[in-house]
C-alpha cells in the first residue's frame, strides 16, 4: 500500500480502501481544485489530515485553517469569485458560524465554484446539538448532495465541483458523521497534473457583487432560475438511485447512511421494498419522485433527524393527485439519533411489523461494565487549573463553561462550569448574568483557539459596556480538542512558522486593565490570582496557561534520547486521604478496595502536577 501523500498524487486508475475523508481529497485533486478552506471540527478533521500528508510542495491547491468558519467561507469565496474552483469544508455547528456570509453565497455569480462540504452530527457524536443543515440549504436556495459511503463521496465531489462551475452557484455536499469515518475500497479515476492558469479573473461586471436594495430581486430570481435547472438536471441524475425489487405493493425512498442501513437490515426479508435512493436532497427531483410514488401503494420516508424529505414529498403527492400512503416519522424517537442498522430495524418493525423476521434471543448479557466518563489526559493543565481554581471559589459563583478541552470541568470533582451554549459564548453570557447581580459573582471560562474564533466580540463588549466578571483565559498553545490544530497565538499555521499573535498583547490592546497569568502547574499562586481577580472591580483576565501535554509529549517521544518517567506512590507516607483521586482525578490513579492508592504505569506521563495536592507528600518525585 502506497502512502497517503503519494496515493493521493497517483496519475493512472487504482482502487484503495480509503476513508470518506480520504476519498474527499483525491476527488479534490481530479476536479482541479485551487483553494481549500476549513475551521476544524469533527467529523471533518482527517480531510486535513490527508491534505497534510501531500508535502507542501507538491499540493496541487491552496490550504489553510482560517481563524472561524465565517472567515474561511469568505476566503473560499474570494478565490471562487477570482476564477478558483474553492472549497470549503467545517462540521455542522460551524454552519452557524458561517451563516451570515454563506446565505448569500446563492445570490451571487462564482465564476470558479464553490463547494461547500458539511460534516453533519446525527447522534451528536461531537457536537452540541443534532441540528439537521438540510434546512440551510432551502434557506439559501443552495443546492445540495448527500453521499451513502466513501465511494460517492469521490463521485459526489466530482459531480458538485462540476455543477458549481458549470451554473456559477455554491453547492452543498453534506456529509454525516459515518459516512466521513466509514472506510470502502474505492475505485479511482487517471489524474494527469496541469499546470495552473493563476491570472485573476475577478471583474466588477460578472457580477454586481455588492447586495444593496436594487440588486436583491434580479439576484433572488437568479438563484431560483439555477435552483429550477439543478432540479431539472436531477430528474436523471446518476445521484439519485432506484433499487427495483419488482415489489408494487411496498417502497422506501431515503439518502445516505439510512440507505446503507436498510441495506443491511433488508438481507434478511423474504419481500424487500422497492428503494428510491436520494443522492440530490436539495432541490428534489419531483418527477422522479412523483412517479415512484405513483407506482406504489405504500411508501415509506426513511430519513435522519427531520421530517425535511416527507413534508416535500408528501406536498409533491398532494400536488400531483397521488392515491398513495405515505408514511414518515411515527413517534419521537424516530427523530433522534443516527439511523443504524439497529434503529432502522425498530422504524421499520414500527411501520411494517411483517416485512422482517423477528429478531433471535438477545445474547446473554456479558459482565457489568460501568461507564466511563471522559477525561482529560494525564498531565492536563487543565485538571491542575480547575483544582487550583475551587480552591478560591466560594461556591456561591456561577460559573460559564465554553467550548474546549477545558469544557470537561464541568464533570465530578470539578464541577466548574454551569452554563455552556456555543463558542466564545461565555464572555457574553457570563455579563448577562452580572447584570442586577449584586450577591454572586460570575466567573467565565475560554480557550486560547476559542478566544481567536468567537471569543473576542465577548471581550470588547465586555469592556465597552463596563461588565463586571472574571474570565479565565486557559491558554494550550493549540486548538487541542480537534487535533491540535494551530491558531494565531502558535507560531505556525497548516503551511509553515508564522508571527505569533500573543493572546496578551491582544488583551492589551483591546484596553483590559487586570490582566493575570500563570502557569496553571503553579496551583497555589493560580488560587491566589482568581482570588484577586474576584475582589477587583470591573472586567478581569486570568491566564492560566499550560501546553497541551498530550501534544507535548508526542513530540518528545519522537527524540532518540526520551524516556518515560512515571510518579509512584510511597506507601508508607501515604495516609490515604484520596485527594489524589477524588479531587484531583488523574486517571493515573486506582483506589483499590482496601484503600490504596497506586499509579498505572501504563497511563502516568511524570508531570509531577498531581504532587502539590498530597499534603502527606506520598506521591514520590517523577523517575
Not at 417502497?251 to 436498510?262: A, E, K, Q, R, V
Not at 461556591?395 to 463558542?423: K, N, R, S
Not at 465577548?458 to 498553545?477: D, T
Not at 502547574?521 to 478581569?540: C, I, M, N, P, R
Request: net charge neutral.
Amino acid at each position: 500500500m502506497k502512502k497517503m501523500g503519494e496515493m493521493l498524487l497517483t496519475q493512472e486508475p487504482f482502487a484503495e480502501i480509503v476513508m470518506g475523508n480520504t476519498a474527499l481529497v483525491r476527488a479534490m485533486v481530479e476536479a482541479g481544485t485551487r483553494v481549500i478552506t476549513s475551521y476544524p471540527g469533527s467529523p471533518t478533521p482527517e480531510i486535513a489530515e490527508a491534505i497534510a500528508a501531500i508535502p507542501k510542495e507538491a499540493r496541487p491547491f491552496y490550504f489553510e485553517f482560517s481563524t472561524n468558519e465565517k472567515v474561511a467561507t469568505e476566503v473560499a469565496y474570494g478565490a471562487a469569485v477570482n476564477g478558483r474552483l474553492a472549497t470549503v469544508f467545517f462540521k455542522s455547528v460551524g454552519l452557524n458560524v458561517a451563516a451570515d456570509t454563506f446565505v448569500q453565497l446563492s445570490l451571487m455569480n462564482i465564476i470558479g465554484g464553490l463547494v461547500v462540504v458539511l460534516g453533519d452530527d446525527p447522534g451528536a457524536n461531537s457536537s452540541q446539538n443534532e441540528q439537521d443543515n438540510r434546512h440551510y440549504a432551502r434557506m439559501s436556495y443552495t443546492p445540495m448532495l448527500e453521499p451513502a459511503d466513501p465511494a460517492e463521496v469521490y463521485a459526489f465531489y466530482l459531480e458538485a465541483a462540476r455543477l458549481s462551475q458549470e451554473k456559477h452557484m455554491p453547492i452543498i455536499l453534506r456529509l454525516t458523521t459515518h459516512v466521513c469515518h466509514a472506510k470502502e475500497r474505492v475505485a479511482f479515476k487517471a489524474w494527469r497534473p496541469k499546470l495552473p492558469d493563476d491570472t485573476p479573473r475577478f471583474h466588477p461586471a460578472n457580477g454586481p457583487y455588492i447586495p444593496i436594495a436594487a440588486e436583491v430581486f434580479p439576484k433572488k430570481r437568479n438563484a431560483l432560475q439555477r435552483l429550477a435547472e439543478v432540479a431539472a438536471l436531477g430528474e436523471t441524475s446518476l445521484l439519485n438511485r432506484l433499487v427495483d425489487n419488482g415489489n408494487r405493493n411496498l417502497g422506501l425512498i431515503t439518502t445516505g447512511l439510512p440507505f446503507l442501513s436498510l441495506m443491511d437490515v433488508l438481507a434478511a426479508a423474504e419481500s424487500k421494498p422497492d428503494i428510491l435512493k436520494l443522492g440530490l436532497v436539495y432541490p428534489l427531483p419531483q418527477k422522479l419522485i412523483a412517479g415512484f410514488l405513483a407506482a406504489h401503494l405504500e411508501v415509506k420516508i426513511l430519513e435522519e433527524l427531520d421530517d425535511t424529505l416527507e413534508k416535500d414529498i408528501k406536498a409533491i403527492a398532494f400536488d400531483a393527485g397521488i392515491k398513495v400512503k405515505i408514511m414518515g416519522k411515527a413517534d419521537l424517537e424516530d427523530w433522534v439519533g443516527e439511523y443504524t442498522p439497529d434503529k432502522v430495524r425498530a422504524v421499520l418493525a414500527k411501520t411494517w411489523p411483517g416485512l422482517l423476521p423477528q429478531a433471535g434471543k438477545p445474547a446473554a448479557e456479558g459482565p457489568y461494565v460501568p461507564a466511563r466518563p471522559a477525561q482529560m489526559c494525564p498531565g492536563c493543565g487543565h485538571r491542575s487549573a480547575f483544582h487550583a481554581i475551587r480552591q478560591a471559589l466560594s461556591g456561591t459563583e456561577i460559573t460559564v463553561a465554553d467550548i474546549g478541552c477545558h469544557t470537561l470541568g464541568f464533570l465530578p470533582p470539578y464541577q466548574t462550569g454551569q452554563l455552556l451554549m456555543c463558542m466564545g459564548a461565555s464572555t457574553g453570557m457570563g455579563a448577562g448574568l452580572s447584570l442586577f447581580n449584586h450577591t454572586r459573582k460570575v466567573v467565565a471560562f475560554l480557550g486560547d483557539s476559542t478566544f481567536f474564533h468567537a471569543g473576542l466580540p465577548g471581550v470588547i463588549n465586555a469592556l465597552f459596556n463596563k461588565h463586571r466578571l472574571v474570565l479565565i483565559l486557559m491558554e494550550n498553545g493549540t486548538t487541542a480538542m480537534t487535533g491540535h490544530q494551530d491558531h494565531a497565538a502558535s507560531g505556525s499555521n497548516f503551511n509553515g512558522p508564522t508571527e505569533r499573535i500573543p493572546v496578551r498583547k491582544v488583551l492589551e490592546g483591546l484596553g483590559v486593565r487586570n490582566i493575570h497569568e500563570v502557569d496553571t502547574y503553579q496551583q497555589g499562586k493560580l488560587t491566589e490570582l482568581v482570588k484577586q481577580a474576584l475582589d477587583e472591580e470591573g472586567f478581569s483576565v486570568v491566564i492560566a496557561r499550560h501546553p497541551c501535554m498530550l501534544k507535548f509529549m508526542r513530540s518528545q517521544r519522537r527524540k532518540k534520547d526520551f524516556s518515560m518517567r512515571r510518579v509512584d506512590i510511597d506507601q508508607a507516607r501515604c495516609r490515604r486521604m484520596h485527594t489524589c483521586v477524588a479531587e484531583f482525578a488523574c486517571p493515573t490513579f486506582t483506589r483499590h478496595g482496601d484503600g490504596r492508592v497506586t499509579v498505572n504505569p501504563d497511563l502516568c506521563i511524570g508531570d509531577g502536577s498531581c504532587r502539590q495536592v498530597c499534603e502527606a507528600d506520598g506521591i514520590e518525585e517523577p523517575r
